[in-house]
């Protein structure tokens, strides 16, 4: 049974950070991806060489993956109030890196992250 489960959420200030972890088991899949609620922020290919990030989070967020454990993270930096939301952890059996929702064929559960000002 493929799962992948976050966690790593909580209620910040604007300015801190946070690292959000996705735990993946069941299968491997090739392509990864953070969502808020079902806005992209950041993918990862096979290998985590490749990446892509919203443009609201590039140089603050970086995504990575640690093949060894099947667990994909995004660490959060310099949080503003507007990254408030359910952050979803996505995977896709698909070769490459995609921004689009309909490509990711597993989900996790959602980790609610808060930033106030």
């Known amino acids: 049974q493929v799962q992948l489960v976050e966690s790593g959420g909580g209620s910040v200030q604007a300015g801190d950070s946070l690292r959000l972890s996705c735990a993946v088991s069941?299968?491997?899949?090739?392509?990864y991806a953070w969502f808020r609620q079902r806005e992209f922020v950041a993918s990862t290919s096979w290998g985590g060489?490749?990446?892509d990030y919203a443009d609201s989070v590039k140089g603050r967020f970086t995504i990575s993956r640690d093949n060894a454990s099947n667990t994909v993270y995004l660490q959060m930096n310099s949080l503003k109030p507007e990254d408030t939301g359910v952050y979803y952890c996505?995977?896709?059996?698909?070769?490459?890196?995609?921004?689009?929702?309909?490509?990711?064929?597993?989900w996790g559960q959602g980790t609610q992250v808060t930033v106030s000002s």
């Open positions: 996505a995977a896709s059996r698909r070769m490459g890196r995609f921004t689009r929702v309909d490509l990711y064929d597993s």
């Open positions: 069941g299968r491997s899949f090739n392509a």
């Open positions: 060489a490749s990446t």
